[in-house]
């Protein structure tokens, strides 16, 4: 009949024992995902798996288990953020692309698994870490920006290319106002912090991360406590950015010192400066693009790594700026195209 699609089986092989389940993934999940992307039917028995589909569905589905099992042997574990790479970039012929995200990794620690990335977008983020003195990598939430920068911190520190290692961002509430909060100057900015902490503890054991702190090798501060230092030997990050200043940033971008490295990461989409106040992350894009030494890395939903609801959210919002509707909803203040901020 016309415009019905032939539908073709073929049998490939299955891994033995526990790379069986791994490679189908807990109930099943990354076997079905392959299912519903491709449309293809996925069947185990004696140790084989038949797919059936269309050709070129077939031929696809079959380069992705390939390289799903290949990784297994390797040694890898597999989650359901490698699946969807692999079907991402075979569905696209770009399997080397595949190949070459898999094979990057940042070691952090002997008793802590390597970091890997797990978008092109990140791979190339961190490529630019590597041979550029200043990243400033600029994307939405959970795209992996900060972690991805402290896991090269560390891993500069453990490979003595750095001598310390100094973790900031600018104390600013995000839509609140917390008030005048109680205790010692360190309980005051603690919460600001806490992410950084989050991620430094997840990479390094957490009685050898404190020892750092407490002896000066990892430093975690507000912005504020930069000026007027020079930072030599050193990998800094630079949280937030979207929340500097121009004169925060100038201020920031100046305190780089000899074989040091400055990474500077944030969210143009969630400034939370007050109106009038101009973000020096977006303003830093237009006086810095054509520096030499200096990289721009823009990382967007596809980057995501979080919950994958969080892709969904961070597209429905996008969508939602751009809208004909959104500019005539009297409820949206009037914005500042320069910074994104209500007038």
Not at 149 to 177: D, N, Q
Not at 311 to 329: C, G, K, N
């Amino acid at each position: 009949m016309k415009g019905e699609r032939a539908t073709v089986r073929r049998q490939v092989p299955l891994p033995s024992g526990a790379e069986i389940q791994a490679l189908f993934g807990r109930n099943d999940e990354h076997i079905r995902m392959v299912e519903e992307r491709l449309h293809v039917r996925l069947v185990a028995r004696d140790g084989l798996l038949t797919i059936s589909g269309t050709e070129e569905e077939v031929g696809i589905a079959e380069k992705v288990i390939a390289e799903l099992t290949a990784l297994l042997q390797g040694g890898r574990t597999i989650g359901n953020h490698d699946v969807k790479l692999a079907l991402r970039h075979i569905g696209q012929e770009e399997q080397q692309t595949f190949r070459k995200i898999q094979d990057d990794f940042i070691e952090v620690s002997a008793k802590k698994r390597a970091v890997r990335p797990k978008s092109l977008g990140q791979q190339r983020y961190i490529d630019a870490i590597r041979t550029h003195d200043i990243v400033l990598g600029i994307g939405p939430a959970g795209t992996g920006k900060t972690y991805l920068a402290m896991a090269m911190a560390v891993s500069a520190h453990l490979k003595r290319e750095v001598s310390r290692i100094i973790l900031t961002r600018p104390a600013v509430e995000a839509g609140e106002r917390l008030g005048f909060l109680p205790g010692t100057l360190y309980e005051k900015i603690h919460p600001y912090l806490r992410p950084l902490y989050d991620a430094l503890y997840d990479m390094l054991e957490t009685e050898r991360a404190n020892r750092l702190i407490e002896m000066g090798v990892i430093e975690i501060a507000p912005l504020a406590f930069m000026r007027g230092r020079t930072l030599n030997d050193a990998f800094i990050i630079l949280d937030e950015a979207q929340n500097t200043t121009s004169e925060q940033m100038k201020m920031f971008l100046t305190r780089l010192g000899f074989n040091s490295k400055a990474v500077i990461t944030g969210d143009i989409t969630q400034v939370d400066l007050p109106p009038g106040k101009l973000s020096g992350l977006i303003e830093v894009r237009s006086i810095l693009n054509d520096v030499k030494g200096i990289a721009f890395e823009y990382l967007g939903q596809e980057d995501v790594v979080r919950h994958e609801l969080v892709q969904q959210i961070i597209r429905a919002y996008e969508q939602r700026q751009t809208s004909p509707l959104a500019s005539r909803d009297p409820s949206r203040r009037e914005e500042d195209p320069g910074t994104g901020e209500g007038r």
